[in-house]
């Protein structure tokens, strides 16, 4: 028996850019649903990335101490016997409560959560499978896809669960492990590094490619993989895994160069795949690349006209930030209500333990399209904020053009970086210039001091360079 429904905007999916999308073609006055499975709700972000990994972070944080220790010493501990437990506890109270969330907007704009796995029968037809007998067959003007990701596993590696993982797995954990090898040095792979880190695992990196992160600022990055090495990370660049041997009692790791790495725990960072394989996409006329992402156009529109993608499922960024500005544009797009196209100045966060935080170009960019720059830096130890915090190693940089005093790029290292990259880039959005954050009175003490003494210190640097050429 089947259920027959009628919709002028189907989405797939209730991550951020499927929660996003829905909302607004609903405020639009269209007449839409979701469709997503039971135990999914809010997607991916919710359930095994965005929140639980950021959560599980300021656990980790709290629990051992790592904010305090500067004032305290190295072995301050809140708690000396972490469990995954006390982990998890955290983790769960702020994902059920982001559930409720998500299921409270969509109830207030009279949105229905179609529960199952969509699949299209035909361009304007999905049909939808809750694993009873009763199927549901949704028609809809628009659709919008955002299935998101799953973690890309290679098909040679024999993931258990328990001593193989990948970054689903972690909140599965029984137990944490004395020692982890994490193999991929991507944005994923290197926050949980971090956390385990500071958990007090030891931890080996291998990353196939001589460097990470390659799209930040190198001295960010080098400050980070000091960090990291102080907390007895090592790291195995340039080295490919050639086959993980399991054990009752860990796993062994080997790698190309004949190199062989015991570990209790093997965490595999190889990359996310969108997940369009139950999706029928041959039945819309739709097709998806080898990692099951979608091509879409500057709308986010894909190559059948009422069909929309947005969030990971179609690729870079594949951020939860940049995913809800997709979902929302999409949706306008079509309800034939076109909005602002997304600003090109989209802040990324790594919330490696320190974070990382961008917005704007690196020097190494700069360098390659011949722009002229001047650095400003303020640093952490410097600042009243930073010795309160105990964060002595915190480093803000700014970028700024010498000639129309523009600021090019900010770039942040240390406590806050996430929420602090957002000053530079409303000044950035606004087209203002150092001067700005010169004349700009920021309380005291904060660690948003930084932009100013960072602005002095660039436009010091621009002085001095007019006094020599005058």
Do not use: W
Not at 85 to 96: A, P
Not at 384 to 397: E, M, N
């Amino acid at each position: 028996m089947a259920y027959v429904s009628d919709f002028d905007v189907l989405v797939m999916g209730s991550g951020p850019g499927g929660q996003r999308a829905a909302i607004a073609a609903a405020k639009l006055g269209r007449k839409v649903a979701v469709v997503e499975r039971r135990d999914m709700i809010g997607g991916v972000c919710i359930n095994t990335g965005t929140i639980p990994s950021k959560t599980l972070r300021e656990a980790v944080m709290y629990l051992t101490g790592m904010n305090q220790r500067e004032m305290y010493g190295s072995a301050y501990r809140v708690k000396e016997d972490i469990t995954p437990e006390d982990l998890t506890q955290r983790t769960r109270h702020v994902m059920s409560r982001q559930i409720d969330v998500i299921r409270s907007q969509l109830s207030r704009n009279h949105i229905p959560l179609l529960p199952g796995i969509g699949r299209f029968a035909d361009p304007h037809t999905v049909h939808i499978d809750d694993g009873s007998d009763q199927e549901r067959v949704v028609h809809a003007k628009k659709i919008i896809i955002a299935t998101g990701t799953k973690p890309a596993r290679p098909s040679s590696v024999e993931f258990d669960e328990r001593t193989i993982i990948d970054s689903d797995g972690i909140l599965q954990l029984q137990e944490l492990p004395q020692s982890m090898v994490v193999v991929g040095a991507g944005v994923i792979g290197i926050e949980y590094a971090s956390m385990f880190a500071a958990l007090g695992t030891k931890v080996t990196v291998i990353e196939r490619r001589n460097e990470m992160l390659e799209f930040c600022d190198r001295e960010v990055v080098e400050a980070l993989k000091y960090q990291l090495r102080d907390l007895a990370v090592t790291f195995r660049f340039g080295e490919s895994v050639s086959a993980v041997e399991k054990y009752e009692r860990g796993a062994v790791t080997i790698l190309e160069s004949g190199k062989k790495i015991p570990a209790e725990t093997v965490l595999y960072s190889a990359g996310r795949q969108g997940l369009t394989d139950r999706l029928d996409l041959e039945k819309a006329g739709l097709t998806a690349d080898n990692r099951g992402r979608i091509k879409v156009d500057e709308n986010f529109c894909t190559e059948v006209d009422h069909i929309y993608a947005v969030g990971d499922v179609i690729g870079f960024p594949a951020l939860a930030a940049t995913s809800m500005e997709q979902g929302r544009i999409a949706a306008h797009h079509a309800c034939g209500e076109p909005v602002h196209d997304i600003s090109k100045l989209q802040p990324i966060g790594i919330y490696t333990i320190p974070e990382i935080s961008f917005v704007g170009k690196t020097e190494d960019e700069l360098t390659q399209e011949k722009t002229p720059f001047e650095v400003g830096i303020s640093r952490y130890r410097e600042l009243a904020r930073g010795q309160i915090v105990g964060d002595s190693y915190g480093v803000l940089k700014i970028l700024v053009n010498p000639e129309d005093r523009k600021v090019l790029g900010v770039h942040i290292f240390g406590t806050q970086a996430t929420e602090l990259v957002h000053i530079g880039q409303a000044v950035m959005g606004c087209g203002g210039t150092v001067d700005y954050l010169v004349d700009a009175v920021f309380n005291y003490p904060t660690l948003a001091e930084a932009y100013k003494v960072a602005a002095l210190d660039a436009t010091n640097k621009i002085r001095q360079l007019a006094v020599l050429s005058d």
